[in-house]
């Protein structure tokens, strides 16, 4: 049974930064396409941004220029970076993989499995 270890979340001032972090385990196959998704309680799960393989990144809008997604192969790793944190990133983070890409990715439905969670809070 495989699982995505997620850590780096907490909390942080605005204008802050933190670096969320996923890890898969236990998988038998690649992971090629992996992504982090945000919710709010009581609003839609929100996609923030998606790596396949090391280059090809893809962002939503409402993070574009702040958040940065990257991939370690050595770790077999996916890392987060936001800067310039915003109260309205408060939410849960999740990560999510698949083996392979997949379109409609902010949606979530390109995405195979599913990490716990980490809950980012960003005070004013």
């Known amino acids: 049974q495989g699982q995505l270890l997620e850590s780096g979340g907490g909390s942080v001032q605005t204008g802050g930064s933190l670096t969320l972090s996923c890890a898969p385990s236990g998988y038998s196959s690649s992971l090629t396409f992996m992504g982090w998704f945000r919710q709010v309680p009581g609003k839609e799960r929100e996609g923030v941004a998606a790596i396949w393989y090391t280059t090809t990144t893809l962002y939503a809008d409402s993070v574009r220029g702040r958040f940065t997604i990257s991939r370690d192969n050595a770790k077999d790793t996916v890392y987060l970076q936001m800067n310039n944190l915003k109260p309205e990133d408060t939410a849960m983070y999740y990560c999510?993989?698949?083996?392979?890409?997949?379109?409609?990715?902010?949606?979530?439905?390109?995405?195979?499995?599913w990490g716990q969670g980490t809950q980012i809070t960003v005070s004013s």
């Open positions: 999510a993989a698949a083996p392979q890409y997949g379109h409609r990715w902010e949606t979530g439905e390109a995405f195979k499995y």
